[in-house]
């Protein structure tokens, strides 16, 4: 059993003695258990939250700051560790993970620097006896929940933002891996004071809701589908919280016309199938021109199926398994419902053999695909690439705005003037060209339409967890003609 953080305690039983199991994906095999918080729990991790706030709040910058850079140094030291931790409850390829902390330990030290240098500015006066300034001031506690595929890219994307900011937060983990949060707890963050970072174990439905209608709970920043969005949205509002949502996607990705195939084949397969199509951004619709679709589904096909699929912990593994049997479970029955529409399978399209344990499902490249079925309009999560024909390149950007999400969109082009048209056309939060998936510490991210409102890293990240307030001073000491009485 592994147990919640609170107040710089670890506590092993949720209030109710209730326990969730977590299992390794690869093996099927329960590896650790954690408590599953209850709303007295989230009680408990809010009030540590809010108690600590009271002195973060005055820390200086510089002093959360070396806080950080420290974490930062201590991740270094148990880089391996957590990467394995990380592919043991997640399932990715272990080099998946050696990069996904690769990043955390980024982010700390991007948000540490920015934040030396973050501060409100000072306005034009309208007269000249006054002072007019703005201070930009941390919120309070910040809820971070965080979905099961980037456990600690996710968290760490809010939390260093937030903690730089002066906020304090809980988090709550996904309930399918929460152990690599907890572990970061233990060797990482450890010289935070208590109450600053805690995090709250527990099911979605019950730890998570209580922290977002918890009423000491500020900001609620949450990753995850859509559907609970819309959800943390309808109870969060009732508060007027700040709520920032970063959804699902089903981004597509254009070949252009004079893209090179086999390339172009190579990249939409990595687009696609990097952490089995767990992440938010993976390709889910191909556009290909008619005159080059064959000569690319049969490059994408021999290149897909030279991928290895196996434990993440295997080096010599591409794609590792889904992280739950009901996410492979949906990704089936999005090909299913392709199938009785008149989609074709070219490769894939059900677990492989030889892997009898673990959620794994074969990369399956379907054409003659429409819009009308649901692997090309909902978000599919898993490793498919359904390829579709386009005749010119204005139906082709018609075709990635046809869809209720707009997180990101990408292009194999180098032709300029379709490259600006795609980047000026096409409605997502991120445009990718001939680099898919590529993140950038200080480049904002998060989506248009459903797939969110909110934008992580940059300085957009810090300001998301900063309130600005406008401050007005006069120091003539007057008595002011536009006071009472007015006559
Ligand atoms: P999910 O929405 O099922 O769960 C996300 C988190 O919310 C988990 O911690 C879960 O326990 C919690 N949760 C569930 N119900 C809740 C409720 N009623 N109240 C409060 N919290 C609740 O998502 P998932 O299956 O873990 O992750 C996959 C989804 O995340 C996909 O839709 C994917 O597109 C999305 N995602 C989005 C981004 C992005 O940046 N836009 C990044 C990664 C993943």
């Known amino acids: 059993m592994q147990p919640m953080f609170i107040n710089g305690q670890w506590v092993s039983r949720s209030s109710d003695g209730e326990v969730i199991d977590v299992v390794n994906p690869a093996t099927e095999e329960i590896i ?9 729990d989230a009680d408990k991790a809010v009030q540590a939250a809010k108690s600590a706030f009271k002195e973060w709040r005055w820390t200086s910058a510089y002093e959360r700051a070396e806080l950080m850079q420290t974490a930062a140094n201590k991740l270094r030291h148990h880089f391996d560790a957590i990467a394995e931790l990380l592919t043991l409850e997640e399932g990715k390829a272990i080099s998946e993970n050696e990069e996904e902390v690769e990043w955390v330990i980024g982010s700390l030290e991007y948000y540490a ?11 034009q006066p309208a007269v000249r006896s006054q002072f007019n300034f703005t201070l930009k001031e941390p919120y309070g506690v910040v809820a971070a929940i965080v979905p099961f595929n980037f456990p600690l890219l996710l968290m760490i994307w809010k939390v260093a933002p937030a903690l730089a900011a002066g906020n304090t937060v809980v988090i709550k983990p996904s309930d399918h ?27 979605g439905e019950r730890a998570g809701e209580a922290l977002v209608a918890h009423p000491d709970v500020p900001v609620v920043a949450f990753t995850g589908s859509t559907a609970i969005g819309r959800r943390i949205s309808e109870i969060g509002s009732r508060r007027i919280k700040r709520l920032h949502l970063e959804l699902g996607g089903k981004d597509p990705f254009v070949i252009a016309p004079d893209a090179d195939v086999e390339t172009a084949a190579e990249a939409v397969a990595y687009a696609a199938l990097i952490n089995a199509g ?3 951004t993976s390709t889910e619709r191909v556009y290909v021109p ?7 589904t049969g490059a994408l096909v021999d290149f897909v199926q030279s991928l290895k699929l196996g434990p993440g912990l295997e080096r010599t593994t591409d794609m590792g398994p889904l992280a739950a049997p009901h996410y492979r479970q949906k990704v089936l029955s999005h090909i299913e ?5 008149g989609a074709k399978i070219l490769t894939g399209g059900k677990a492989p053999a030889g892997l009898e344990r673990g959620w794994y499902l074969e990369p399956t490249v379907l054409t003659n695909v429409n819009h009308s079925m649901v692997c090309m309009r909902e978000e599919t999560f898993g490793p498919t690439i359904p390829v579709m ?9 018609e075709l990635c705005n046809d869809s209720d999400y707009g997180l ?6 180098n032709d300029p003037r379709l490259i600006k048209r795609f980047f000026d056309e096409v409605q997502g939060g991120t445009i990718w060209i001939n680099d898919p998936l590529t993140d950038n510490y200080g480049g904002p991210f998060g989506g248009f339409k459903m797939s969110g409102n909110a934008r992580e890293l940059g300085e957009e990240g810090l300001e998301s967890f900063l309130e600005t307030k406008h401050v007005h001073w006069d120091f003539s000491d007057e008595v002011k003609d536009y006071w009472y009485p007015y006559s």
């Open 408 to 413: 990101g969109a990408c292009l194999r082009s």
């Open 389 to 397: 024909t386009y005749r010119t390149f204005d139906e082709a950007i």
């Open 278 to 280: 767990q992440v938010c």
């Open 290 to 296: 008619e005159q080059l679709a064959g000569a690319f």
């Open 177 to 203: 891996t929460p152990l690599s949060t907890l572990k970061l707890m233990d060797c990482v963050f450890d010289d935070f004071p208590p109450g600053v970072i805690n995090v709250l174990t527990g099911r």
């Open 113 to 123: 620097g920015l934040i030396r240098n973050s501060r409100g500015r000072v306005l």
């Open 337 to 341: 419902d392709a199938k009785a529409r």
């Open 32 to 40: 650790d258990s954690v408590p599953n918080g209850s709303a007295a």
